[in-house]
């Protein structure tokens, strides 16, 4: 997936293809289809192919969302089941 | 002594299940080899008690001394903190980690950069510490604070399970851990961490007693291998941890028959001729200015004249100030200083705490390996601790002093008055040779006496004497015992003076007696050479007669020879006539 000149740049670490990965994926795919126009990049880091990524981008809860932009920089920890605290967690709630 | 042995029982190692080495001086010991290798163990303990420290220890340890990378991952100090706290220990951590040694990984979780929404694991955690293991092949893992997650994140259900399934995955790995802990109220930690924690469990604790810290650890549990369970004093210092056992040694210790002399020459001759023992542990007490600290500086100078190291640990006077008092005894003390054979370390007691104290002598001695240490003054520790604290204190110096064969020697302040029943803190049992130093007042004047109260293993002089500071340094003298008891001080001159003058009218009456005697000898003499002047004169006088009277006869003989001649007589008849012829 893209990363660049797009108005949300987001980041999904997951480990494995387990059922939360699966499940936040899928989650994560439907809220941005609803809320971002389009103007989003996501790209999904796999920890078990890249363990080390997860000390530098201090990953500790799995699975864990990054909004690189717009700044700042900001979490949202779990499988993104509860769409409105993703919403507000990714500040797109005015928007929507 | 024979109250060592009860509390030095369990200080021997049960090879119950293999111990991963602290490298913290005194802990090994009380747990037999270290933390259960291979499993968890709990460190709590309030801020600022060291747990993170002791957690740092055991990893540089493994990491430098015993072939066992470790991984550090902190919960919340920056690391830069923990590099400082590790340079305090000798060790770069940065130079560690760049060896391969220690991984180090701190996790910092921004409350307010998360939102959490749905399911979620600590996967990611999992991950990093699989990672950082691997990476450097650790067998040593520090957990500091994990707690902090409980903070980070609001689903505690999902929390426990994690935690309990890192210990679980932990295990699997084989890595012996440290995971310290926040104390809590009413329990060991704050949520409970030792209820995942079931193997090894210890507290720290850090409490200000009349202005004086002490640091206290106690094992709380330690499954499968025997422990003692009370509280061990541990200071921290430059070099880290360092727990004190309450005594790490047997009473196994050598005893040398080598003798070491006291550098006062009369009283080695007190003490069998020779001096202490070699390796023993003596007593001075006395009064406040009865020559306690002369005594002790005698014996460094004697030390230090045969080239052998002293410790002069003072408590009561700078080093400038004892080598000033000693100078006017006559004894140059500098002189070793320069030289290297002799440091004084002075402290004050109250600046830290009786551990804190023994530490820093057990330091010093291993340091410098002297063959002889002094205290000056004892007494002055037992102002920081009470009765009990002190006893175990001092059971634990004379023990490891005597383990190394470095002969010690106290000095203590008793209370004037109270001089027969010193107990000095109960020590006397511990010590070998016991001097006493005592004001002798009569006349008007105070002089200082000294005793021999007791020294083992070696005949000793029941007799007192007077101990005399010369600007030649200390001198004993022999008292005298007057109709009024001893005599010391002018009592004593006066008292020889009188014994000299008398001895001298002995001398003069002596001598005039012989004079008298030579006088008669050559009267006798004279009156012999007269009479044998007379006798001789008599003989002389005797012998003249004899000769007239034969010239005499001899001229009658020839008168009548003449007549017979002129008568014609033969000579027959002038024969008979010769012998017939009555006279």
Redesign the interface.
């Known amino acids: 997936m893209e990363t660049e000149a797009k108005k949300w740049n987001l980041r999904l ?1 997951v ?1 494995g293809q ?1 059922p ?1 990965s699966v ?2 994926l899928a ?1 994560l795919k439907r809220i941005c289809d609803e809320h971002m126009n389009g103007e989003y990049s996501v790209e999904v880091i796999d ?2 192919e890249n ?2 990524l ?2 530098r981008d ?7 969302l990054v909004r690189e932009l717009p700044s ?12 409105e ?2 919403l ?2 990714l500040d797109v709630v005015a928007r929507g | 002594m024979e109250t060592v042995q009860s509390s030095s029982s369990f200080s021997a190692p049960v090879n119950g299940i293999e111990k991963a080495p602290t490298g913290i001086s005194g802990f090994d010991e009380i747990t037999g080899g270290g933390l259960p290798a291979g499993r968890p163990t709990l460190v709590c303990g309030g801020p600022g008690c060291g747990k993170t420290l002791f957690a740092m220890q055991f990893l540089v340890a493994g990491a430098t001394r015993f072939g066992e990378p470790g991984v550090f991952m902190s919960f919340e100090e920056p690391s830069d903190d923990l590099a400082k706290n590790v340079a305090s220990l000798g060790f770069d951590l940065n130079d560690l980690i760049a060896r391969g040694l220690i991984s180090m990984d701190t996790v910092v979780i921004e409350r307010s950069e998360i939102e959490e929404s749905g399911e979620y694991d600590l996967e990611g955690l999992f991950l990093r510490l699989d990672f950082a293991i691997q990476s450097v092949g650790a067998k040593r893992v520090v957990l500091d604070t994990i707690e902090s997650l409980f903070s980070s994140f609001s689903n505690e259900a999902i929390l426990r399970a994690e935690l309990r399934r890192l210990f679980r995955f932990l295990k699997e790995r084989g890595v012996s851990v440290v995971i310290t802990g926040e104390r809590g109220e009413g329990q060991l930690t704050r949520q409970g961490l030792e209820e995942y924690v079931s193997d090894c469990v210890i507290l720290l604790d850090h409490r200000v007693n009349e202005q004086v810290s002490t640091r206290r650890l106690r094992i709380v549990k330690y499954r499968g291998s025997s422990h003692g369970t009370n509280e061990y004093p541990f200071i921290i210092d430059r070099r880290g941890l360092e727990v004190l056992p309450v005594t790490g040694l047997d009473l196994a210790h050598s005893a040398s028959t080598e003798r070491i002399p006291s550098g006062i020459p009369r009283l080695d001759a007190m003490l069998g001729g020779q001096g202490f023992f070699r390796g023993t542990s003596i007593l001075v007490s006395g009064t406040a200015g009865t020559g306690k600290s002369s005594i002790a500086a005698h014996f460094v100078d004697a030390t230090c004249r045969r080239g052998e190291r002293a410790l002069y640990f003072a408590l009561e006077e700078s080093p400038g100030q004892i080598l000033r008092n000693m100078r006017s005894i006559g004894l140059d003390l500098n002189q070793w200083v320069e030289r290297g054979l002799l440091q004084f370390h002075a402290s004050r007691p109250t600046l830290f705490g009786l551990e804190m104290h023994l530490v820093s002598i057990f330091r010093w001695v291993q340091e410098v390996a002297p063959s002889v240490v002094i205290v000056d003054p004892l007494s002055n520790l037992s102002s920081i601790g009470s009765y009990n604290e002190v006893m175990a204190t001092l059971l634990r110096l004379v023990d490891f002093l005597k383990a190394r064969q470095v002969t010690a020697l106290f000095t203590s302040l008793t209370a004037s008055g109270d001089e027969e029943n010193e107990t000095h803190l109960g020590v006397s049992s511990l010590m070998d040779t016991w001097l006493s130093l005592r004001n002798l007042e009569s006349n008007g004047e105070r002089n200082r006496g000294l005793y021999v109260l007791k020294s083992r293993g070696m005949s000793h002089s029941n007799q007192i004497r007077e101990l005399l500071l010369t600007d030649r340094g200390v001198e004993l003298a022999d008292v005298y015992l007057g109709a009024e008891g001893v005599l010391t001080g002018s009592a004593r001159i006066a008292q020889k003076a009188r014994e000299r003058g008398a001895a001298a009218a002995r001398q003069e009456e002596l001598a005039a007696l012989q004079r008298r005697l030579d006088r008669r000898k050559s009267a006798v003499e004279a009156q012999i050479q007269a009479l044998r002047a007379e006798v001789e004169a008599e003989e002389e006088e005797v012998g003249k007669r004899v000769r007239q009277a034969l010239l005499q006869e001899r001229e009658e003989q020839e008168g009548r020879a003449a007549l017979a001649t002129a008568r014609q007589a033969d000579s027959g008849t002038l024969g008979e006539g010769q012998t017939a012829r009555p006279e």
């Open positions: 670490y480990a387990t939360k499940t936040a989650n920890l078990m363990p080390q997860a000390r201090q990953i500790v809860a799995i699975p864990t700042p920089l900001k979490r949202i920890i779990g499988d993104l089941s509860n769409t605290r993703v507000v967690g």
